[in-house]
């Protein structure tokens, strides 16, 4: 069994203090954004969650969507729910009369990049990096538990690639900005975008103008 809680480092988001999450016997870190609370983990395949909540559970029912995937919340207590999730992918927690609670069940993660091309962000720390700028066959690789403040732009570009699992947290806009885009590409080729969590109070998240060969992949957005 595969299982990595991603651990996000102090002062990264405020922590969710009113609930618990509990996978063999581990504790994931549960972040806060205005908009809804997460979690994220690598896995490859089931794992049970134990939910401890402060607040008693309310009499409607608890649920857990997609509901495709059939998954029971059973209530163990007046505090206390537990479910199975099955594998890798991208679930909401809805209890009622409290945030959503999205759980990110993300595939073991794939080696990290390397090379004179390569710009990554190291797990455990808030970088404030402002504008990042990527140009021909730049990757930009955002590890687990790394979180960036900033905002990435690429103009008349190709080969270019943005991944690795973290956070991507717009941040440092200009004080004239009329639009305010975590992630814009302009009049680029050959783009990837994949795994890679982005939070924002902002208006665009993810800006594609002019592009042709682009390749969007588990890409989560959490905005307001």
């Known amino acids: 069994m595969h299982f990595v809680p991603h651990h996000f480092p102090a002062g990264a988001s405020p922590r969710a203090t009113d ?3 509990t996978v ?12 809804a609370d997460y979690t994220s983990f690598e896995c490859d395949g ?6 401890d909540f402060t607040d008693p559970l309310p009499e409607s029912p608890v649920t857990l969507r997609p509901l495709r995937h059939g998954v ?21 927690l809805e209890v009622p009369g409290r945030p959503v609670l999205y759980l990110y069940a993300l595939a073991p993660a794939a080696p990290a990049p390397s090379g004179p091309q390569v710009r990554r962000f190291a797990a455990g720390r808030v970088h404030e990096a402002g504008a990042i700028l990527l140009h021909d066959g730049d990757t930009l690789w955002i590890e687990p538990g790394a979180v960036v403040r900033g905002h990435v732009i690429a103009r ?12 991507l947290q717009g941040a440092h806009w200009p004080a004239d900005a009329v639009r305010r885009n975590n992630v814009l590409f302009a009049a680029c080729r ?3 975008v994949e795994d890679l969590l ?7 998240m993810l800006l594609l103008g002019g592009c042709e060969g682009v390749r969007v992949h588990r890409l989560r957005q959490i905005g307001h």
Request: hydrophobic fraction near 40%.
């Open 198 to 204: 982005i939070t924002t109070e902002a208006n665009w």
């Open 72 to 92: 029971n919340v059973a209530r163990v207590s007046a505090h206390q729910a537990r479910f199975t999730l099955p594998g890798p992918g991208h679930y909401q």
């Open 19 to 21: 609930l618990r999450l």
């Open 190 to 192: 050959d783009i990837v």
């Open 46 to 51: 089931p794992l049970e969650f134990i939910t």
């Open 24 to 35: 063999l016997g581990q504790t994931l870190d549960v972040m806060r954004h205005v908009a």
């Open 156 to 167: 008349d570009a190709r080969n270019i690639r943005i991944g690795g699992g973290g956070v």
